[in-house]
């Protein structure tokens, strides 16, 4: 029971840790740095915990789904217009301020943006500083260019540093017809894949347990597939 509690181990270098250490607080201070050029130091500031959320996961786990382009824009964009609707009709309670993370968590869901900082952001609009609050609906425009500034940023550092991102949809490669007197591939079990995270050296948003039982699940799947066009091939 008690080791259920235990972190799992690491499959990245500590160099990688390095590289993304850096990029984030590069990505967070050029961002906080620019909005506060436009919108002043104190709405920036307002705004440093959800863009420095964000640039953990845009700069360490940038391989998930979680980190890529539209969840970030869309997400940041779905709080922000929930969380000053709220502040607008319900007022700047603690209260409104939970549901409009609520709403953003939904909105995101079905936008196909999910985001994590985006609650935090929702939040944090609502029970704002009055500097932010006295910009109104320009408060929008402040998000957007944190957002937009620390996609920038994730953009060329990532790629500067050999690390693909964003990651795009991978094709899945042909069907292939399998030879009946060919050797039966081995079963890959969790140890196999946390070796190949480890090879790939990448910070990756998932256990290796539970690639297994995707991977199992996704075997299930096919296997049931292909009986059933057996059994429809000799119906026909």
Same mark, same amino acid.
């Not at 506060?36 to 705004?47: D, K, P, R, S, Y």
């Not at 640039?55 to 979680?66: D, H, I, R």
């Not at 953009?155 to 795009?168: D, E, F």
């Given at each position: 029971?008690?080791a259920?509690w235990l ?11 390095s ?8 990505g967070?201070l050029?961002? *906080?740095?620019l &909005?506060?050029?436009v919108?002043g130091m104190?709405v920036?500031l307002?705004?440093?915990g959800p863009?420095?959320? %964000?640039?953990? $996961?845009?700069?360490? *786990?940038s391989?998930g789904a $979680?980190?890529q382009p539209? %969840?970030? #824009?869309?997400? /940041?964009?779905c709080a ?5 609707l *709220?502040?607008r @009709? ?7 301020? &939970?549901?409009?993370a609520g709403?953003?968590?939904?909105? #995101? &869901?079905?936008?196909r943006c999910?985001?994590?900082?985006a609650g935090g952001l929702?939040?944090?609009? @609502? ?6 609050v006295a ?8 998000v957007?260019l944190g957002?937009g500034? $620390?996609l920038v &940023?994730?953009l060329a /550092?990532?790629?500067?540093t050999?690390t693909r /991102?964003?990651?795009g949809? =991978? ?12 050797a039966?591939d081995?079963a890959i079990t969790? =140890? +196999?894949?946390k070796?190949?995270?480890a +090879?790939m050296e990448?910070?990756?948003?998932i256990?290796?347990s539970e ?7 996704a075997e299930?799947h096919?296997?049931?597939?292909s009986i059933g066009?057996v $059994?429809?091939?000799? =119906?026909?």
């Amino acid at each position: 029971m008690l080791a259920r509690w235990l972190p799992a181990a690491i499959n990245t270098r500590p160099a990688e840790w390095s590289r993304a250490a850096i990029g984030m607080a590069l990505g967070t201070l050029l961002s *906080v740095w620019l &909005c506060a050029q436009v919108f002043g130091m104190e709405v920036a500031l307002h705004l440093l915990g959800p863009l420095g959320a %964000s640039a953990v $996961l845009l700069f360490a *786990v940038s391989s998930g789904a $979680l980190a890529q382009p539209w %969840s970030i #824009i869309g997400s /940041y964009l779905c709080a922000a217009v929930v969380a000053l609707l *709220v502040a607008r @009709v319900l007022g700047r309670t603690l209260g409104s301020a &939970c549901m409009a993370a609520g709403m953003t968590v939904i909105l #995101i &869901c079905w936008l196909r943006c999910l985001h994590p900082p985006a609650g935090g952001l929702a939040m944090t609009l @609502v029970l704002a500083d009055p500097a932010s609050v006295a910009l109104g609906w320009q408060e929008l425009p402040a998000v957007m260019l944190g957002a937009g500034a $620390l996609l920038v &940023c994730a953009l060329a /550092y990532n790629n500067v540093t050999r690390t693909r /991102y964003p990651k795009g949809a =991978v094709e899945s490669p042909p069907l292939l017809f399998p030879d009946a007197n060919a050797a039966q591939d081995p079963a890959i079990t969790a =140890v +196999d894949l946390k070796l190949a995270l480890a +090879d790939m050296e990448q910070f990756y948003d998932i256990e290796p347990s539970e690639l297994e039982h995707l991977i199992h699940t996704a075997e299930g799947h096919a296997r049931r597939r292909s009986i059933g066009q057996v $059994l429809a091939s000799r =119906v026909a």
